[in-house]
């Protein structure tokens, strides 16, 4: 079984900024990182916008600009990276198993540091009824499908979510040509930066409904309308649409370390209760506003972590 | 002109009934055809159910559904063995808070005791609590059942439809029967293209037979050609599903019996591990009605906090509405108007008309449908077989079915040995349920033509994500192996394309 100092879990941000410190910290510790796309860069591949590494760089870049910068780093800092590949298992033994299409592997580690970023809310949870047509994407799905693959997915959307992906994804559509009819928020007030309030919302005129609930999806096959719910008013409001993006917010993804560490949905579990080899880093640990942060928050662990070395 | 498509025996709707009575058919030297008017099998009522073998105590004594019933559950190992699905003989507990649910559980004890069910247990309360220390609550007693078992619905007719074609049964999808004619030796049937939005051409056979297992249209199915006398007035309900990380709330399946007026819950622990919460109060609906109720996720919603407090409601990952064919019996006014009468039938309604035998129908199928289908093909081709002349046995019949791959049920050198051998299994595609590239190539081979019907082969996007993070993949993989374009990939029925093309 091969042994490593340190194995990393999520090529990302935080992932990538990780090894290259741990790196610079302990020149000879043996260090792997792991990743199941086919490059690294995590959600950072899809961010075509800019507003990237005004701190972390000093320099206005757009997300895959960052990706690149970082992924040079970790060529030149011999950091052992395997890509397509899927971590099955993380054992309390201090292995872990992962899957591609070279086999199955398993690997023994002093330190694990989990970079697994976030999942998105989806549908499911937020207790909508109706149908459940085609037409219906999360935000980070749709960026994805539009920004990496360059797929079309529909005319005339609504966005459930106010947040910053939200917001992204709306200017997005519009500089595609399409109508985002609405967006909607539960609260009082938009949790998104207000650079992208002004930027992706107002510059577009897109209205945006406070304190309202989507509560039903009409149409099968394909999505036709919403209806909406004005908390206040108990008014309802049928919005017609092909297209409904889901951005309820994100959820740290944990699910490889679920074992150690229930119950998954607990808003806030307490994160000192996990092994003294195991490290959360980045968006699974939890959610940043930008990704400066993230790259930020990486580098104090590794710098712990090499301390202890 | 070419003379039409012949078919020993037609069987209308490819639902769990309807591929269970076909892979029967092909037991018998007989050409079957199997006519299914959606793009894929399991499509209505099999896909979306509570899931339950019943062990046969819910059931009136001396009825077809009590015997059907018991036997189907002592048989549905076997059968899931012979076809390579999945079955959890998890064991159910009938719950109830007061005396007036103790009468309705006693009554069921007695039932079952005369239907020959083993290993029924009245029990208390408190033994219902330490057998599930999660449910909250009063709870007066219990009515223990071993027996009582699940499967995903869709994985046992998809494998019975697997092994009908590979016993013989030939098929046509997304084919709507629009008319049927008696003629001197059988029948002449007419189908439509249904993959069109405006209706495809038409088609017309010849059957000597016809089983109609059309599930919810049944009665219009079986109108084609008789005068109406049974009609389906469908009933609509509502169910949650949770995320497999809401582990250990439940071992057992659980049947509520409310103490005051109003509809129980039914929890199950599903095959797949997740739980399965509902029915909510049933009410009418149109037939391809699929659509959830507020109300009706609102009274899951108060149900589950009354019995499982513990149970967080934002781990639901999908709700879903099932449809039960609710059969009445109908009569024609001097208008020809039908009447309805005021009770539902409360058994199977299996339908073999004197002057016409050769044309049966399965009407109002509900629960205990799933635990008696292969009871009920049984049931139903053994009436037919006469009218066919009585046909030998097919000596080639194959009554397994291989199941496929499934990595994550697999040991690590289980694996590997996969891997080595189609390194496609070594790539995680969805990862939620860690299903590979092979296993959804697999899926395809095995007929998947949409990314649901990879779903429902293979068990992707069936977890927390609800496939947001691999139905590209998977559509692209669709795609590739049937040569079209990702904009005519389907995420379910026909005409849910859900890519228009590439963005200009």
């Known amino acids: 079984m091969t042994q490593f100092d340190f194995i990393i879990i999520g090529g990302g941000a935080a992932g990538m900024t990780a090894a290259c410190r741990i790196r610079k910290g302990s020149p000879q510790a043996k260090i792997l990182l792991i990743d199941r796309g086919e490059t690294l860069g995590g959600v950072l591949c899809q961010c075509v916008h800019h507003g990237f590494g005004l701190s972390y760089f000093g320099e206005d870049l757009t997300g895959t600009e960052y990706a690149r910068r970082l992924e040079q780093q970790v060529k030149n800092a011999s950091v052992q990276v395997l890509l397509c590949t899927e971590v099955l298992e993380v054992s309390p033994d201090k292995t872990i198993t992962f899957s591609n299409a070279q086999g199955i592997q398993t690997c023994s580690f002093r330190h694990l540091i989990l970079a697994s970023g976030c999942t998105e809310r989806a549908l499911g949870s937020l207790g909508v009824s109706g149908t459940r047509p085609a037409g219906i994407f999360t935000a980070g799905e749709a960026q994805k499908l539009i920004n990496v693959h360059h797929q079309d997915i529909g005319d005339r959307a609504v966005i459930i979510g106010s947040g910053d992906i939200g917001m992204i994804l709306a200017r997005r559509l519009s500089l595609c040509g399409k109508k985002v009819i609405c967006m909607t928020e539960i609260a009082d007030k938009s949790p998104a930066l207000s650079r992208n309030r002004i930027n992706c919302l107002e510059a577009f005129q897109i209205p945006l409904f406070l304190r309202t609930r989507l509560i039903e999806i009409h ?73 400066d942060g993230v790259s930020f928050q990486a580098e104090k662990l590794a710098d712990r972590l090499t301390e202890t070395i | 002109m070419s003379s039409p498509f012949h078919a020993d025996v037609c069987v209308i709707g490819g639902g769990v009934l309807g591929c269970m009575a076909a892979r029967t058919l092909t037991r018998y030297q007989l050409k079957v055809l199997l006519i299914e008017k959606e793009n894929d099998v399991c499509m209505g009522i099999s896909r979306a159910n509570t899931a339950i073998i019943y062990a046969g105590y819910d059931n009136k004594p001396g009825t077809l559904k009590s015997s059907l019933c018991v036997k189907g559950n002592m048989n549905f190992p076997s059968l899931c063995q012979e076809l390579g699905v999945p079955i959890s003989r998890c064991g159910s507990l009938m719950i109830c808070h007061g005396p007036r649910g103790a009468e309705v559980l006693k009554k069921k004890y007695q039932n079952g005791l005369q239907n020959h069910v083993s290993g029924l247990e009245l029990i208390s309360g408190e033994e219902v609590h330490a057998l599930e220390p999660h449910l909250a609550g009063e709870i007066y007693m219990g009515l223990y059942s071993p027996n009582t078992a699940t499967v995903q619905p869709w994985e046992i007719g998809i494998a019975a439809f697997e092994n009908a074609l590979a016993n013989g049964c030939e098929v046509r999808l997304s084919a709507k029967v629009t008319d049927i004619k008696k003629t001197e030796d059988g029948f002449r049937i007419t189908i439509a293209d249904t993959s069109v939005p405006r209706g495809g051409k038409t088609e017309v056979l010849t059957a000597g037979g016809i089983l109609n297992c059309a599930g919810v249209y049944a009665d219009r199915v079986r109108e084609l050609l008789l005068p109406p006398s049974v009609r389906i007035y469908p009933e609509k309900a509502d169910y949650f599903i949770f995320d497999k990380a809401v582990k250990g709330f439940l071992s057992h399946i659980i049947f509520q019996e409310p103490e005051e007026k109003g509809k129980g819950l039914t929890l199950v622990p599903t095959v797949n591990g997740n739980l399965l919460a509902g029915p909510s109060a049933q009410g009418d609906c149109a037939p391809d009605d699929v659509s959830t109720s507020s109300e009706g996720l609102a009274f899951l919603e108060k149900r589950l906090g009354e019995l499982l407090p513990g149970l967080p409601l934002s781990a639901v990952i999908r709700s879903f509405a ?183």
């Not at chain 2, 006014?333 to 008309?353: A, T």
């Open chain 1, 219 to 291: 149409g099968y096959p394909h999505i036709e309308a919403v209806t909406l719910l004005d908390i206040p008013t108990n008014a309802l409001r049928r919005v017609e649409c092909s297209l409904l993006i889901i951005a309820a917010g994100l959820i740290p993804d944990r699910i490889l370390i679920q074992n150690f560490f229930p119950p998954l949905w607990e808003a806030a579990p307490d994160l000192n209760a996990l092994p003294k080899w195991l490290h959360l880093c980045g968006n699974c640990h939890h959610v940043h506003p930008i990704v």
């Open chain 2, 322 to 504: 099932s449809i039960r064919p609710n059969p009445f019996e109908v009569s024609q006014g001097k208008d020809l108007e039908i009447i309805r009468s005021p009770r539902s039938i409360h058994s199977f309604v299996i339908d073999q008309p004197g002057d016409c035998p050769g044309f049966i129908s399965l009407i109002g199928i509900k629960t205990p449908g799933l635990t008696c289908c292969e009871e009920l093909a049984d049931y139903v081709v053994s009436r037919l077989l006469p009218v066919l002349g009585n046909p030998p046995l097919n000596p080639d019949f194959h009554p397994r079915r291989k199941s496929p791959v499934c990595m994550r049920r697999l040991s690590l050198s289980e694996k590997a040995s996969c891997i080595e051998k189609d390194p496609s299994y070594g790539k995680i595609v969805c990862r939620c349920e860690q299903i590979s590239e092979g296993e959804i190539l697999d899926a395809i081979s095995r007929g998947a033509k949409t990314v649901d019907g990879v779903k429902r082969r293979c068990g992707t996007g069936m977890g927390s994500c609800q496939g947001s993070r691999c139905t590209y993949e998977i559509a692209r993989l669709l795609s590739r192996e049937l040569d079209k374009p990702i904009s005519e990939i389907c995420k379910d029925g026909s005409n849910s394309d859900f890519i228009k093309g590439d963005l200009t």
